[in-house]
């Protein structure tokens, strides 16, 4: 792809609750903005769209969903976004169909870890996933924990079981093949930025190769059959 048809790279922040994915997403934005402008931050569950609405209300504990529906509804909540603003281009996304597959599958109802990726299946994929570990100690000691549906440390612990598997999935540090990448989050704002920045500074001029979509096997292979001929 010639220089000036580079895209955006699409960069998604995962990690457990209070582990600073908001917090760092934002600081990102805010260096890239003074580059380009055309940076984007989506945030998902994104709240504000009517499938967002119902998703809060559960979140809150304010009505009751079958598993299996919520799970959808997630799913929804991506696809209208995907939709609307093709997330590939020059974005930054809070969590992303990761958090759908790990919530899911650690519920008691025993949803399998096909039937919880499968909804997701064909949205953008991201360039880069960038997971912020940190320990159950300072999630505690972070505000706000605790309010919500699945912030228990079992629930947790659980959780960061399924997002290792799904990392060796994606591509445990592999930059160049749309990669995920673990950092660790327990430091000070300012010193964790810094480790983002050096695995994002080098997408941060654009990629030439085209989006890819997740776990899309068949469109991949003829991707990859014509890169080859
Ligand atoms: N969920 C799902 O089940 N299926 C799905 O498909 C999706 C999500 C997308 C709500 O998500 C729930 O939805 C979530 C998964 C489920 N449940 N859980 N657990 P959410 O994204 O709306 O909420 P959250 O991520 O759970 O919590 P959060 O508050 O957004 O956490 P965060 O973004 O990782 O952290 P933060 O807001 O940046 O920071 C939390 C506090 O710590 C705040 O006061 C910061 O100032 C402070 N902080 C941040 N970094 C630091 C450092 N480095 N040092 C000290 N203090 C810090
Ligand atoms: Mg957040």
Known sequence: MPEQQKRGAFIVFEGLDRSGKSTQAAMLVDRLKQERADVKLIKFPDRTTPVGKMIDSYLRSQSELDDRAIHLLFSANRWELASH??????????????????????????????????????????????????????????????????????????????????????????????????????????????????????????VSRPLRTLWDEKENKERNDQLYI
Not at 119 to 131: R, V, Y
């Open 85 to 206: 603003s093709s997330c590939g281009h020059d974005h930054r996304c809070d969590r992303y169909a990761f958090s759908g597959i790990a919530f899911s599958f650690c519920k008691p109802s025993n949803l399998s870890y096909e039937w919880c990726r499968a909804p997701d299946i064909g949205l953008p994929a991201p360039d880069l996933t960038l997971f912020l570990d940190v320990g159950p100690d300072t999630v505690k000691s972070r505000g706000g924990f605790g309010e919500e549906r699945y912030e228990t440390e079992e629930v947790q612990q659980k959780v960061k079981d399924v997002f290792e598997r799904i990392g060796e999935e994606m591509g445990m540090g592999l930059l160049t093949e749309g990669g995920w990448v673990v950092v660790e989050g327990d430091f000070e704002k300012e010193k964790v930025a810094e480790v983002i920045w050096d695995w994002v500074k080098p997408l941060s001029g654009g």
